[in-house]
């Protein structure tokens, strides 16, 4: 029996498109203020799990998230674009309410999350998982023993948590995915398990300084 890799699998901090619900999927669309801090609360949150390696999307959002964490934990870097957001064609750009009215019907194939559906120019969800599962156990093997940080996107930790849970890729998502969410998971030759999910009490001093600011404001 081989010791599991510990995986710490982190959402990037929030961009101006996901306040926007705009499908980012390859676009390289940076982190925003709140993202950026986001990013330097994650860093901080880490310090105690002394991690061994940490691997990143090579898009901005993802890699300036893992930056953060690169500069606190004086971890060295390394990216991959396996680790990048499901491709979406012709609909990256778009916001979610701009797809439904301009593809109806090729949105409605898309809620249900047909595994061999991808719009015009992009993935199929299938492709997409297969992609994500086959990433994050690659990066995982050499590191037996050990802790491994590594920060993508949502749609690839939705994979992730379908691929470890058993869960059909069109079965109705019950998780979160939160930005700078953290997510441990174990890795053996047989596969993933999840071990938390969607942890961001690491966010709380955020949200109560901008619930400061927001009553400062109000006065």
Do not use: K
């Not at 300036?64 to 990256?92: K, M, V, Y």
């Not at 297969?130 to 920060?151: K, M, N, S, Y």
């Amino acid at each position: 029996m081989r010791e599991p890799t510990r995986i710490i699998a982190i959402r990037h901090g929030e961009t101006a498109w996901n306040v926007a619900s705009r499908l980012q999927g390859q676009l390289d669309v940076p982190l925003n203020e709140r993202g950026q801090a986001q990013a330097r609360l994650t860093a901080q949150s880490l310090l105690e799990d002394r991690p061994d390696v940490l691997y990143s999307s090579d898009l901005s959002r993802a890699r300036d998230t893992a930056c953060a964490i690169s500069e606190a934990l004086d971890l060295p870097l390394e990216t991959h674009a396996s680790l990048r957001e499901r491709h979406f064609g012709i609909w990256q750009g778009q916001t979610y309410a701009e797809i439904e009215q301009h593809w109806p019907d090729l949105s409605e194939l898309w809620r249900r999350r047909l595994p061999e559906f991808g719009p015009e120019g992009g993935e199929t969800l299938q492709a997409f998982s297969d992609r994500c599962v086959a990433a994050f156990a690659a990066l995982a093997a050499p590191h037996e023993g050990q802790t491994v940080v590594i920060v993508t996107h949502g749609g690839v930790l939705d994979c992730l948590y379908r691929a470890a849970s058993h869960m059909a890729l069109n079965a109705p998502r019950t998780w979160e995915l939160p930005n700078t969410g953290i997510n441990r998971l174990l890795y053996t030759g047989e596969g993933f398990t999840v071990v938390g999910w969607a942890d961001t009490q690491h966010l709380e001093a955020q949200a109560l300084d901008e619930a400061s600011d927001g009553a400062t404001q109000a006065v």
